[in-house]
Each structure stands twice: as C-alpha cells, then as structure tokens.
C-alpha cells in the first residue's frame, strides 16, 4: 500500500566516516545498515535487500573491489557507489569493470553524497522496475515518496514540514508497530537527545491535524508511556 524506505548498505571501517554518512542518510529517510568489513557485507547481501551499497575501497579483510565482483557474481543487483581515498586510483578502478555504478573520492561532502544516493536510488529503481514498485500499484491513498520527500493523498500533495515528514516516514516504515518516543527523538532530533519529548508531541499533533485534514484514513496512534503506531484506518 505504501512505499518502503530504501535500505543502504554502509561498508566502511573508519568510523570517523562512517557515523556522520549513516546518520546523514538516516535523516534522509533511508534505512541504513552499516558494516564494517567485505565479509560481512557479502554474507549480509545473501540474506538482505540493499537497493544500494556504499562501498569503501579500503576495508580490513578485502579488498571493496573484490567485494564489488563478488556481490555482482553473487547476483546483487542494487546499485553500488564505490567511495575511496585512493584519489589517484579512481581513474584506473573506473576503467575497469567491476560492476559499480558510481565512484566517489574522499574526502567528500554530505550534500554531494545525498545527491548521488538519490541518483542512483533513481536508476536501480528503474531498473528493477519491471516488476512495479508497491507503491505504483494504488493511485489513491496516503503516499510517501521518500526520494523526493513529498507525501500525497489521493495524488494532492500534503505539505509538511521536514520534521514531520521523518516522523510519518518512520511511522510509516514500522507500519502497525510501535516506534518508542526514545527512536523518534534519536533519529528525528538527535542521537544525543536527552530531557522533554514536548517537541516530539507537538510534532505529532500537527503531523495529525494535516492527515486529517487532507482525509487520511489512516491514524497515529499514541501508545501510553511507549511511543507511536500508524495504522490503516477502515
Ligand atoms: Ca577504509
């Protein structure tokens, strides 16, 4: 019914890279998981989806360029961006066919990162398209495009403001769950968060009265003294 976050695979093993490149793509609205070693990568990759990878050249175990060979010949079809500080490697590893779809040098900012990430999100979508997103297949209803962070009912856009689209897009990803007012405030607000969640509730409230108004059947539902639920209305 609704569009599920993107997941992304973060292989890096320096964590000095790896904490603001996952929590950046967190506040994206992706879902991020984040491994520090190819094995690892290779063997989460068996038994997950990723639509894409963020691939570090320099790993402990291997070599990110076997590891790009291995997960294509595994069968791994999402998109991978291959991300090295061997600056002066990067022209001769993209002549060579490793099977990664964009390649980035280190150091690198944010901004440029997310942009990529929406890029090649856009094409490996495309290209697994044959068989049709989820979120294709009901024109009508809530929808949440994470990509470009817009949220329609009935195709008539529902503006909200940046928080209140994490929170509906978090909500929506642990649909008929309950997420704990501890991960809202971390991955909306703060990591560091500590003290009220006033914020937290106000937020909701207004991300509720939009719903509502824009005749969202579905409902945030608050579980006392845990956190919060969407579920599907009628
Ligand atoms: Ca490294």
């Given at each position: 019914?609704?569009?599920?976050?993107?997941?992304?695979?973060?292989?890096?093993?320096?964590?000095?890279?790896?904490?603001?490149?996952?929590?950046?793509?967190?506040?994206?609205?992706?879902?991020?998981?984040?491994?520090?070693?190819?094995?690892?990568?290779?063997?989460?990759?068996?038994?997950?989806?990723?639509?894409?990878?963020?691939?570090?050249?320099?790993?402990?175990?291997?070599?990110?360029?076997?590891?790009?060979?291995?997960?294509?010949?595994?069968?791994?079809?999402?998109?991978?961006?291959?991300?090295?500080?061997?600056?002066?490697?990067?022209?001769?590893?993209?002549?060579?066919?490793?099977?990664?779809?964009?390649?980035?040098?280190?150091?690198?900012?944010?901004?440029?990162?997310?942009?990529?990430?929406?890029?090649?999100?856009?094409?490996?979508?495309?290209?697994?398209?044959?068989?049709?997103?989820?979120?294709?297949?009901?024109?009508?209803?809530?929808?949440?495009?994470?990509?470009?962070?817009?949220?329609?009912?009935?195709?008539?856009?529902?503006?909200?403001?940046?928080?209140?689209?994490?929170?509906?897009?978090?909500?929506?990803?642990?649909?008929?769950?309950v997420v704990s007012r501890?991960?809202l405030?971390?991955?909306?607000?703060?990591?560091?968060?500590?003290?009220?969640?006033?914020?937290?509730?106000?937020?909701?409230?207004?991300?509720?009265?939009?719903?509502?108004?824009?005749?969202?059947?579905?409902?945030?539902?608050?579980i006392?003294?845990v956190g919060f639920?969407?579920?599907?209305?009628?």
């Amino acid at each position: 019914m609704l569009s599920v976050m993107a997941q992304v695979l973060v292989v890096e093993d320096e964590e000095d890279i790896a904490f603001p490149l996952v929590r950046t793509l967190q506040r994206e609205g992706y879902d991020v998981t984040w491994l520090d070693s190819g094995r690892e990568a290779l063997s989460h990759l068996q038994s997950n989806v990723a639509d894409i990878m963020i691939l570090d050249l320099g790993l402990p175990d291997m070599d990110g360029l076997d590891v790009c060979r291995a997960a294509r010949d595994g069968g791994y079809e999402g998109g991978i961006m291959i991300v090295t500080a061997r600056a002066g490697e990067l022209d001769r590893v993209v002549g060579l066919d490793f099977g990664a779809d964009d390649y980035l040098s280190k150091p690198f900012g944010l901004a440029e990162l997310q942009a990529r990430v929406r890029a090649l999100l856009r094409r490996s979508q495309a290209r697994s398209s044959k068989t049709p997103e989820p979120e294709e297949q009901t024109s009508v209803g809530l929808h949440i495009d994470i990509g470009s962070r817009r949220v329609t009912m009935d195709e008539a856009e529902v503006a909200l403001t940046a928080k209140e689209f994490d929170v509906l897009a978090l909500l929506i990803a642990h649909r008929d769950k309950v997420v704990s007012r501890e991960q809202l405030m971390s991955e909306v607000w703060d990591e560091n968060w500590f003290g009220s969640t006033k914020t937290l509730d106000v937020t909701i409230g207004r991300l509720r009265n939009k719903l509502e108004e824009a005749g969202v059947s579905d409902r945030v539902v608050a579980i006392r003294g845990v956190g919060f639920r969407l579920e599907s209305g009628e």
